[in-house]
C-alpha cells in the first residue's frame, strides 16, 4: 500500500501574476482553506512531488515563500483556537 498523507500548502508570492497562477492551480488540486492556504487530504508520495512540481514552476524561488507542512491526525486533537482579538481567552 502506497503511504499517503494529509498536506498543508502555504505561500506568500510577491507578484499577483504568480499569486493567481499558483492558486489556479492548487484549486484544481487541494481545498482552499484561506487565500494563500490550501489542505491537500490523502495526497500519495507522487502525488506531493507532482504538487511540488506545480509551485516550483510558478514561482520565483528567490522572491516568494512556499511552505508544505504535513498534517498529523494529533495536530486535530490537541489544544484549543485562541481568540485574537484577546489572547487571554480560549474559544
Known amino acids: 500500500m502506497k503511504r499517503v498523507a494529509d498536506y498543508l500548502i502555504c505561500y506568500d508570492i510577491s507578484d499577483s501574476r504568480r499569486l493567481r497562477k499558483l492558486g489556479r492551480e492548487l484549486e484544481k488540486i487541494a481545498i482552499r482553506i484561506q487565500y494563500s492556504v490550501f489542505y491537500a487530504p490523502r495526497v500519495t508520495q507522487?502525488?506531493?512531488f507532482d504538487i511540488m512540481d506545480i509551485v516550483n514552476e510558478a514561482i520565483e524561488p528567490s522572491e516568494d515563500d512556499v511552505?508544505?507542512?504535513?498534517?498529523?491526525?494529533e495536530a486535530f486533537r490537541l489544544g484549543q483556537a485562541i481568540d485574537l482579538g484577546d489572547p487571554g481567552i480560549l474559544s
Do not use: A, L, Q
Open 67 to 73: 511552505r508544505i507542512y504535513t498534517v498529523v491526525e
Open 46 to 48: 507522487d502525488g506531493i
